[in-house]
């Protein structure tokens, strides 16, 4: 085996003349470069992450590599980043930065970046927002929640949050202690507000409420706190398309005045915070307060102004009635006339001659059935103790009897019988 004709040299020396050669070759410093992040992290002031080109038709990585900002330059890039996009650096974004090639013996090539364009970043993310708001419209399903009117009374509230969280909390709390006393019935339904799994848990739980529905008059979301960067999870074409099609109004307050998602382009209504959203149910419930009691004060008025109308009608018929009465009656006794007062009296009396002669003929129907005539006829009335005997086998032996005629009568005792015995 031939020996090499000079000496080797380490792997360090050619790290060091590879990095060198770098840093020294034109074009990989200070260059500006559009990638998205992934795998971003923190540590020590540090912020790491890789750095990945996707084919835009497959969605295949075609290009990665290591960056990092080092920590006196991403305090400064951060807040800068946030201040013009209202969102923190995170993994899935897309970045314009200023980079540099760099080359270290241990950890091999990275960028080192130095700057970030937040515009567009800012762009890219309205961009995507467009995207699912259009698809949304071409569906035909971008307004439909916005379009639902408010139930007249808006108190039973499906609320979907996190569990524990403060931002619940303090809803709740805002909205049972309002100063009108307005009752409200409120039902938590539990979400994942932040993460991957913000999306399909905000839809089970509209499913949740769904299965429900004519129990509810509305669905509040609402998140309070946590990082600002977690609100890009609700700029998801799933998240939207369910909440736009849902059939009760829903009011979303999961950000700040500057924070916007897809989500408050398609809900009946937009507030800032959960409190906001407490603020937003309580009018709707004092305005339809104000409304029943507009009603109540109109109804009294016109029942006012009726029993007015009717006692001052009641007091006029109560002052004229009298005149009224005797004037019909003389009307009428005028009418009548005295023609008709000597008809109406020999009427009269013939009812009284008829009655009379009906009274005669029951009165000798009466005396010609009487005792008295029946005895004129050849009969007479045998008594016993004084009552008429109708058989002889009720008076005893010596018992004395009376006998009437139709002239006198006789007592005598004597024994008798039916069969004459």
Same mark, same amino acid.
């Given at each position: 085996m031939n020996k090499p004709a000079h000496s080797a040299i380490t792997l360090a020396q050619l790290s060091?003349? +590879?990095?060198?050669?770098?840093?020294?070759?034109?074009?990989?410093?200070?260059?500006?470069?559009?990638?998205?992040?992934?795998?971003?992290?923190?540590?020590?002031?540090?912020?790491?992450?890789?750095?990945i080109q996707k084919n835009p038709v497959s969605g295949m990585v075609e290009a990665r590599c290591r960056a990092v900002i080092w920590a006196n330059t991403f305090a400064r890039l951060g807040a800068a980043f946030y201040a013009a996009t209202g969102t923190r650096l995170r993994s899935d974004m897309k970045i314009m930065a200023r980079v540099s090639v760099s080359f270290h013996a241990a950890? &091999?090539?990275?960028?080192?970046?130095?700057?970030?364009?937040?515009?567009?970043?800012? &762009?890219?993310?309205?961009?995507?927002?467009?995207?699912?708001?259009?698809?949304?419209?071409?569906?035909?399903?971008?307004?439909?929640?916005?379009s639902l009117p408010w139930p007249s009374v808006p108190n039973r509230i499906a609320v979907i949050s996190a569990s524990g969280a403060a931002g619940y909390g303090d809803f709740v709390k805002h909205l049972h202690c309002n100063p009108a006393g307005l009752r409200f019935d409120t039902e938590l339904f539990t979400a994942s507000?932040?993460?991957?799994?913000?999306?399909?848990?905000?839809?089970a739980a509209l499913e949740s409420i769904m299965e429900r529905v004519d129990d509810f008059d509305c669905v509040v979301i609402i998140r309070g706190g946590g990082a600002v960067s977690d609100l890009a999870s609700f700029d998801d074409y799933d998240l939207a398309a369910n909440v736009a099609q849902f059939p009760l109004p829903v009011i979303v307050g999961i950000g700040h005045e500057r924070d916007v998602t897809v989500l408050d382009f398609v809900a009946n209504t937009r507030v800032k915070t959960p409190t906001a959203a407490a603020e937003f149910l309580i009018g709707r419930m004092s305005e339809a307060l104000a409304r029943v009691r507009d009603i109540g004060v109109e109804i009294m008025r016109a029942v006012t102004a009726s029993v007015a109308a009717q006692k001052h009608q009641l007091a006029y018929y109560s002052g004229n009635l009298p005149a009224l009465v005797r004037n019909v009656l003389e009307r009428n006794r005028q009418l009548v006339g005295p023609s008709v007062s000597a008809a109406v009296?020999?009427?009269?009396?013939?009812? +009284?001659?008829?009655?009379?002669?009906r009274?005669?003929?029951?009165?000798?129907?009466?005396?010609? +059935?009487?005792?008295?005539?029946?005895?004129?006829?050849?009969?007479?009335?045998?008594r016993y103790d004084g009552h008429a005997v109708t058989d002889g086998d009720n008076v005893p032996a010596g018992a004395i009897v009376e006998t009437t005629f139709a002239s006198g009568r006789v007592i005598y005792s004597e024994t008798i019988s039916s069969n004459g015995k």
């Open positions: 060091q003349r +590879l990095s060198r050669a770098i840093m020294s070759m034109p074009g990989l410093t200070d260059v500006w470069i559009t990638a998205e992040t992934s795998d971003l992290r923190s540590s020590g002031g540090h912020c790491y992450m890789e750095l950890y &091999g090539l990275s960028l080192v970046i130095t700057d970030i364009d937040p515009d567009y970043t800012v &762009g890219d993310l309205v961009r995507k927002r467009n995207q699912i708001l259009a698809r949304l419209r071409e569906e035909g399903v971008a307004d439909l929640n916005q507000l932040q993460g991957e799994n913000t999306s399909p848990s905000i839809i009296a020999s009427a009269v009396r013939a009812s +009284l001659l008829r009655r009379r002669d009274l005669d003929a029951l009165g000798e129907i009466l005396d010609a +059935l009487s005792p008295e005539a029946t005895m004129r006829r050849g009969y007479s009335i045998t």
